[in-house]
């Protein structure tokens, strides 16, 4: 059985896109049999409000600088009013495995920031959902349209406000410990994020944390 490895993050975190990115990259060159467990931190439910296209905006071109594939400048015609509906998928996604939900998360994320769909539409989370291989569609509807995975998403979001959280992404290992937003320490100047450092030397142990818990 593979081992499992918690985030807590928001869809549309670019922070938390890098995150599982490098993860997920780091993890099959190691060759680990560990698996990303999604738990969700709706900034809308933070902030009671959605994310400010503002902040993305200056977010983006900071973090394509690091990561030049996996993102582009925002040309989508519409801006999500919410991602709870995305959050509630892949939460139906995990019924079918951790795995499902793995690659369905990552499939919305590149969805949002490369190709600037409305995540918000149910229309165009199924046709991402559609490119995912081996998820079950018929399953897959059945559990979002029944309604039980939004509340799957707001206890998920209790236990990590209870858990403890800096921010979104926080990666939590089997010892206790998490990890705020690991490789980066940044600060906001005016409007717009600087990275003071990156250390891409730190997935690894994190992964290794995961795939190697400690023993009582």
Request: proline share 8%; glycine share 6%.
């Amino acid at each position: 059985m593979a081992a499992v490895l918690e985030i807590a993050s928001d869809i549309h975190c670019p922070w938390a896109y890098v995150c599982v990115l490098r993860l997920l990259r780091m993890r099959d060159a190691l060759g680990l049999d560990v698996t990303l467990r999604h738990l969700y931190w709706p900034l809308e439910l933070v902030n009671g409000r959605g994310a400010p296209r503002t902040i993305l905006d200056a977010e983006m071109p900071v973090l394509a600088q690091v990561e030049p594939d996996d993102f582009a400048a925002w040309r989508g015609p519409e801006w999500p009013t919410t991602l709870l509906p995305a959050f509630e998928l892949v939460k139906a996604a995990e019924e079918q495995g951790l795995l499902a939900a793995e690659a369905l998360d990552l499939a919305l994320r590149r969805a949002f920031f490369l190709e600037h769909r409305n995540l918000s539409l149910r229309t165009v989370l199924f046709e991402v959902a559609a490119t995912v291989p081996g998820l079950d569609p018929d399953a897959l509807r059945d559990a979002y349209d029944s309604g039980r995975t939004r509340r799957v998403v707001l206890r998920e979001y209790e236990e990590v406000t209870r858990r403890g959280i800096e921010g979104s992404p926080e990666v939590y290992l089997p010892g206790g410990q998490r990890a705020h937003n690991p490789g980066f320490t940044k600060r906001w100047v005016r409007g717009i994020p600087h990275i003071l450092s990156e250390d891409r030397g730190v997935y690894e142990p994190l992964l290794r944390a995961a795939a190697e818990p400690p023993r009582d």
